[in-house]
T-cell receptor
Framework: EPEVTQTPSHQVTQMGQEVILRCVPISNHLYFYWYRQILGQKVEFLVSFYNNEISEKSEIFDDQFSVERPDGSNFTLKIRSTKLEDSAMYFC?????????????FGDGTRLSIL | DQQVKQNSPSLSVQEGRISILNCDYTNSMFDYFLWYKKYPAEGPTFLISISSIKDKNEDGRFTVFLNKSAKHLSLHIVPSQPGDSAVYFCAAKDTGNQFYFGTGTSLTVIP
């Protein structure tokens, strides 16, 4: 069964540094998402992306964050000038279409640790 | 602002019995509801869903019930198996395609 893959599985970065989290969505999917889960808290929506542009973003997704689909397969989340509170699991997800009856398929996540 | 709530952080059930996981929501505009299962060190895995126009959806041992008037969603697993032990997340989608997750319920099925 096709799956969403994320790399790296664990990223350790010094505070203030930039980090890029990578995702390869399911190949025929058109909608892409990033979520984060701070330890012990709920999964939080960050951003959705379709047709090479952001379609929705949450309050969390401020100017520190950006997303990109640099080629036909990768979908990246960039965090500039990382802060301690950015430490979390970051999940990428994709769906074939938008709307009802379109569950999101998640990757296994990247654990980001900011030191 | 927690639009999707799972008030039980954990649940223990004997193997073979029914597991009932509950979820409440506040936004009447949600049009699609999902349950995800999550094992440690893995991403959430889609389990079952229901659209807002239905009140029940069944898939094998899993049934999701939706009570729109009460803004309540539940997942029934019967019979429960030890392999069902995981964290279960309730999620809801608004008409703008944004998904909101609950905080999860950790289910332990005791052999």
């Amino acid at each position: 069964e096709p799956e969403v893959t994320q790399t790296p599985s664990h990223q350790v970065t010094q505070m203030g540094q930039e980090v890029i989290l990578r995702c390869v969505p399911i190949s025929n999917h058109l909608y892409f998402y990033w979520y984060r889960q701070i330890l012990g808290q709920k999964v939080e929506f960050l951003v959705s992306f379709y047709n090479n542009e952001i379609s929705e973003k949450s309050e969390i997704f401020d100017d520190q964050f950006s997303v990109e689909r640099p080629d036909g397969s990768n979908f990246t989340l960039k965090i500039r000038s990382t802060k301690l509170e950015d430490s979390a699991m970051y999940f990428c997800a994709s769906t074939l279409m938008q709307g009802v009856d379109q569950p999101q398929h998640f990757g296994d996540g990247t654990r980001l640790s900011i030191l | 602002d927690q639009q999707v709530k799972q008030n039980s952080p954990s649940l223990s059930v004997q193997e073979g019995r029914i597991s009932i996981l509950n979820c409440d929501y506040t936004n009447s505009m949600f049009d699609y509801f999902l349950w995800y299962k999550k094992y440690p060190a893995e991403g959430p895995t889609f389990l079952i869903s229901i659209s807002s126009i239905k009140d029940k959806n069944e898939d094998g041992r899993f049934t999701v019930f939706l009570n729109k008037s009460a803004k309540h969603l539940s997942l029934h697993i019967v019979p429960s198996q030890p392999g069902d032990s995981a964290v279960y997340f309730c999620a809801a989608k608004d008409t703008g395609n944004q998904f909101y997750f609950g905080t999860g319920t950790s289910l332990t099925v005791i052999p």
